[in-house]
């Protein structure tokens, strides 16, 4: 009987209030380090809008089309097939979203990778703009967009930090921003100048406009956060937010495409 009312329900209101009933969109969390996946995984299951699958590079044999966004989390270097299924995926359409060290110096043995993401690396040797990791620091994510979607809906900053972007669009002035705490920061990620990035945040303790950013990769979007190399980054509830406004803008793209 319960379960009568309870479809008897959903037809009512997808009827009168398509609005109010949301398909579950499908996630696939491919990584390489699971602790942060997990929280990730939980946070995006717990608002009822997302079936997440995980898959490491290894068990990668799911036909990718079937899932609506995609977050790639992998430290070490690209498997062949992996890399150019990521690609694929994105560029006929697709979603992707990476986070943190899925653009690090690992990826200097993926150049295609690199050139997909329109990020140049450097080795640690190098004589200019060399790699280097701040470990155990503060991660001030300064919002560098503040009318965009992405870094506003939702997110109230208590707090602003200066940021100067140089080379980047010659901006100066105070943003309001958000820290994570005893993360890491990846100095020198160098946007590659024929790549065209949107740049949503900055990193405050490195002045390097870095910390998040998309662009458009073939028919599909392509996301990238530095943020996620602790747990505690995706239980910061700004972060969370963040995310959760880039899917839910990505789910607009899609529906209002022609």
């Known amino acids: 009987m319960k379960s009568s009312i309870y479809l008897f329900l959903i037809f009512f209101l997808s009827g009168y209030f398509p609005e109010l009933v949301m398909a579950q969109e499908r996630v696939l969390l491919v990584a390489d380090e699971w602790p942060p996946m997990h929280v990730l995984a939980h946070f995006l299951e717990s608002t009822a809008h997302f079936e997440v699958d995980t898959a490491n590079q290894e068990d990668l044999r799911t036909d990718l089309s079937e899932f609506d966004h995609m977050f790639m989390y992998v ?14 995926y994105t560029e006929k359409g697709g979603n992707l979203i990476v986070l943190h060290h899925g653009i690090a110096s690992a990826k200097l043995n993926n150049p295609g ?9 450097y080795p640690r ?23 965009h979607f992405i870094t506003s809906q939702n997110i109230s900053y208590q707090k602003s930090s200066y940021f100067s972007s140089g080379d980047w669009d010659n901006q100066a002035g105070n943003f309001p921003c958000f820290t994570l705490d005893s993360t890491e920061i990846f100095v020198n990620q160098i946007f590659n100048p024929e790549k065209q990035h ?8 490195i002045q390097q406009p870095t910390s998040g950013w998309y662009r458009k990769a073939g028919k599909g979007w392509l ?11 995706f239980e910061n509830p700004h972060f969370k937010q963040v995310l959760l406004n880039t899917l839910e803008l ?3 793209q899609s529906n209002n495409r022609d």
């Open 75 to 88: 430290h070490k270097v690209l498997q062949k097939e992996v890399e150019s299924r990521l690609i694929d």
């Open 113 to 121: 990778w690199l050139d997909f993401v329109g990020v140049d690396l």
């Open 198 to 205: 949107v740049v949503l945040f900055g990193v405050a303790e």
């Open 223 to 233: 996301f990238y956060y530095q943020a996620g190399h602790q747990i505690s980054d």
């Open 125 to 147: 040797d190098s004589k200019e703009n060399a790699w280097d990791v701040l470990h155990d620091t503060a991660h001030t994510m300064v919002n560098l967009a503040p009318d």
């Open 250 to 252: 990505i789910h607009d």
